[in-house]
């Protein structure tokens, strides 16, 4: 695995530095467009509404309209005027009951190493989580987005699971539930002595996901067949999204090179060479995405260009 956060947890008056890793990842085939009539893949243009141009991606800025019908534009000068949590910092707010937080709360998982040469500070705090039961609430800024989290112990390593805000989950209003008849004691006694002969202690390894399983031989054996199905591409890239990625790069490397008051046609042809030999380097991946799904793990290591693509997005 390979971090995607250093900083330092702030515990009271003790310091814990660690470095953060994303604990999942999913295993889900992607699948891209392609024209049936001869499997040439479908581009996107991004195309303004208003001069009917194709606009980069340098170009672009957000925006958001109003129920009045304004639309007010945000510059990145404009998002950095805005207040910022410690980027480097993991504050500890309070400690609460493990279970007065609703699983409902919890969003994106991440691990937690230790990245001093001593982890008896990060040996602290996780036995004092252990011991009190408590789970730890924080503040955990990543991408340049605050958000609370929960630091809580899974295996002896530190985790922090981000959490949603309390308006951020809908209310659960079912009329049809208002009158609806209580259930009878036979019923429910009945119905708890199917659960008891059906409960066991949970372990995930024994739950498969039939379908990607199944879709992956479809296509291990599609391959292997040959037929009109196969089409063997050259200089193409893996993904949209890397495709994505690449030009975010090129963008943040214009901007850089406009700011420093450098020569804006020679930054252009700079990232036109860029982007064309970025995505032929990725072709390996495509053919063998299906057999080798470590090679879906290519896009973190460009972690730097998603911040601007977040900043960017639609």
């Known amino acids: 695995m390979r971090s995607i956060w250093k900083g330092s947890i702030a515990f009271g008056l003790v310091n814990v530095p660690v470095k953060v890793y994303s604990a999942t990842e ?43 019908g304004e639309r007010v534009i945000i510059t990145d000068e404009d998002f950095d005027k805005l207040p910022a949590a410690e980027k480097h910092e993991i504050p500890v707010l309070e400690f609460v009951p493990t279970d007065q937080i609703d699983p409902i709360l919890f969003d994106k998982s991440y691990f937690l190493e230790p990245d001093s040469s001593s982890p008896k500070a990060y040996v602290l705090l996780r036995e004092t989580l252990m011991e009190t039961e408590r789970t730890a609430l924080v503040h955990f800024t990543l991408r340049q987005k605050t958000r609370l989290a929960a630091l809580r112990v899974r295996d002896d390593v530190l985790v922090i699971q981000t959490l949603l805000w309390p308006d951020e989950v809908r209310a659960a209003e079912f009329p049809s539930l208002d009158d609806a008849p209580d259930a009878r004691p036979q019923e429910v006694k009945m119905a708890t002595s199917l659960v008891e002969s059906m409960s066991s202690d949970f372990d995930p390894t024994e739950y498969t996901d039939d379908y990607q399983i199944e879709l992956r031989k479809l296509i291990d054996d599609t391959i292997a067949n040959g037929g009109e199905k196969v089409i063997r591409t050259e200089e193409e890239s893996s993904d949209d999204g890397e495709d994505a990625e690449v030009v975010d790069l090129v963008a ?63």
């Open 26 to 68: 999913t295993h889900d085939i992607r699948f891209h467009q392609v024209h049936a009539k001869d499997g040439g893949r479908i581009k996107y243009d991004r195309v303004c509404s208003e001069c009917g141009k194709s606009v980069q991606f340098a170009d672009i800025d957000k925006a958001y309209d109003s129920p009045d």
């Open 252 to 314: 943040a490397l214009q901007r850089s090179v406009e700011a420093a008051g450098k020569n804006a046609k020679s930054s252009a042809s700079t990232e036109k060479t860029d982007a064309q030999k970025a995505p032929a380097k990725k072709t390996p991946a495509k053919k063998t995405a299906a057999r080798k799904t470590p090679a879906k793990k290519a896009p973190a290591k460009k972690t730097p260009a998603k911040k601007t693509a977040e900043r960017k997005g639609a």
